[in-house]
């Protein structure tokens, strides 16, 4: 039987958001109205969620990330502490003529990450961007554009320097264009030097 959310006295949660069964949402947080957090989530300290962001079953947000609308989480992403996901691709706090920019003066674009994906401390993902499904970014990374699915990116900007596998371990080349998880053994062939896909059998 799952236990019902977990939300601390002091986070701020709208009642307009929806926080799945399950759920741990800590110290100072805030999760903005229309936010919809899946099953098993945690949300660590100081950590904010946007106005309708979605975030899907068991992720992890750890303490002061900032997951600004309209970020989408699939199942089992990883977001490390203080990540920012941005959400304007040209900031200004004012208009040319001098006025105050109000939220009708832009349109908010988002970071999209896929199933399983992790976000290594203090990285920053650049909207609009889609993070694929089990990649890897690194910690300190600054994303400016896609990243492939098992991708392993680092620097700034960031860019692929290696597979990665279910596990979060680096893959190693088994040759042929075949790469090999050393914890579980599973394999995938590169396509191209953008694609990784899995294998359905070992070579």
């Known amino acids: 039987m799952t236990s019902p959310a977990f939300v601390h006295e002091t986070a701020d949660v709208s ?18 109205e229309d936010a919809h957090l899946g099953e098993n989530v945690i949300v660590g300290r100081g950590a ?14 750890q303490n002061y990330a900032l997951v600004y609308e309209p970020a989408r989480l699939a199942n089992g992403v990883f977001i490390g ?13 004012i208009n040319p003529d001098g006025s105050q920019k109000a939220a009708s003066d832009w349109e908010a674009v988002g970071v999209d990450i896929a199933e399983g994906a992790s976000i290594g401390a203090h990285a920053t993902c650049v909207a609009p ?33 290696g597979w990665a596998g279910k596990s ?36």
Not at 16 to 32: E, N
Request: charged content about 25%; overall charge negative.
């Open 129 to 161: 961007a889609r993070i694929g499904r089990w990649a890897l970014v690194g910690s300190g990374a600054v994303v400016i554009r896609d990243v492939p699915d098992f991708a392993i990116v680092v620097g700034s900007p960031a860019r692929r320097v």
């Open 81 to 93: 502490p203080a990540v920012v996901l941005t959400n304007d691709h040209f900031p200004r706090a």
């Open 48 to 61: 904010y969620i946007g106005t309708g962001v979605e975030v899907g079953d068991n992720c992890k947000v």
């Open 168 to 203: 979060g371990r680096p893959l190693e080349s088994a040759g042929d264009g075949v790469w090999r998880c050393p914890v579980d053994g599973s394999c995938y062939r590169e396509t191209d030097e953008n694609t990784l896909i899995e294998m359905e059998t070992t070579p």
């Open 15 to 32: 009642p307009d958001a929806v926080v799945g069964a399950g759920s741990k949402i800590w110290h100072y947080a805030q999760v903005r």
